[in-house]
């Protein structure tokens, strides 16, 4: 079965340092992995995205993301964190064929000034 | 370019009334799916539908709830005789595909609804 794990419920780190959000995936084949973030009362909106090629991709608001297919993951990173990039993250995944998204249950980040 | 519409944003339902949640998809896109939010939860999945099709309902609970995009008009979400459990955040999103998996979903603000 197709799961996502986050295994930090909160990520903290001092503004200007830089920041990793973990995600680990188990999807059968090659899998599209994607990161979305979520601001309080606001719908998620789409960072970045794995399809195929570069395993490090970029993304939007400075993020990247490296994809490791020995590890099964897809940390998200970005090397200077801002106030403003506190929010929820959430990783998802989507098996090759199939149009659905599932979620990891999400990381807070909190950057602190 | 508007983005994924939802109404209403926030909606209280008594027990055993119904609730109607509505989308529009962003200008240009084709396919909308339905997501859940429960409480300090990641979303859920619940149905993936093109205009006048469903084409995957495996997230969506057997009994009370549906869903349709008619071919004018937006994708409604509705849940007859609510049940506390329901009160969640219910999320559409919407994609333009492109011919292959792997779009990305375009999510609206959510609907957060309340059952009392």
Redesign the interface.
């Given at each position: 079965a197709q799961s996502v794990a986050q295994p930090e419920d909160q990520v903290n780190v001092a503004e200007g340092n830089p920041l990793t959000v973990k995600c680990t995936y188990s999807v059968s084949g090659n899998p599209y992995l994607f990161w979305y973030v979520q601001y309080p009362n606001r719908g998620l909106q789409f960072l970045l995205k794995y399809i195929t090629g570069d395993n490090l991709v970029k993304g939007s608001y400075g993020f990247e993301a490296e994809f490791n297919k020995s590890q099964t993951s897809f940390h998200l990173k970005k090397p200077s964190a801002l106030v403003s990039d506190s929010a929820l993250y959430f990783c998802a995944s989507m098996n090759t064929g199939f149009q659905k998204l599932v979620f990891g249950t999400g990381t807070r980040l909190l950057v602190s000034p | 370019n508007a983005g994924?519409m939802?109404n209403p944003r926030h909606l209280v339902r008594r027990r055993g009334q119904e609730a109607r949640l509505r989308c529009s998809p962003m200008k240009g896109h084709s396919?909308v799916?339905w997501?859940r939010q429960l409480p300090e939860?990641?979303?859920?999945?619940m149905v993936?539908l093109q205009k006048e099709n469903i084409?995957?309902e495996?997230?969506m609970p057997k009994e009370r709830f549906s869903a349709e995009f008619p071919k004018e008009g937006p994708s409604i979400l509705r849940i007859q005789q609510v049940v506390r459990g329901d009160s969640a955040a219910y999320?559409c999103?919407s994609?333009q595909?492109l011919g292959t998996?792997?779009?990305?979903?375009?999510?609206?603000?959510?609907t957060r609804l309340t059952v009392t």
């Open positions: - | 994924v939802q396919h799916y997501y939860e990641g979303l859920k999945f993936y084409i995957d495996s997230g999320f999103a994609s595909r998996s792997g779009d990305e979903q375009y999510f609206g603000p959510g």
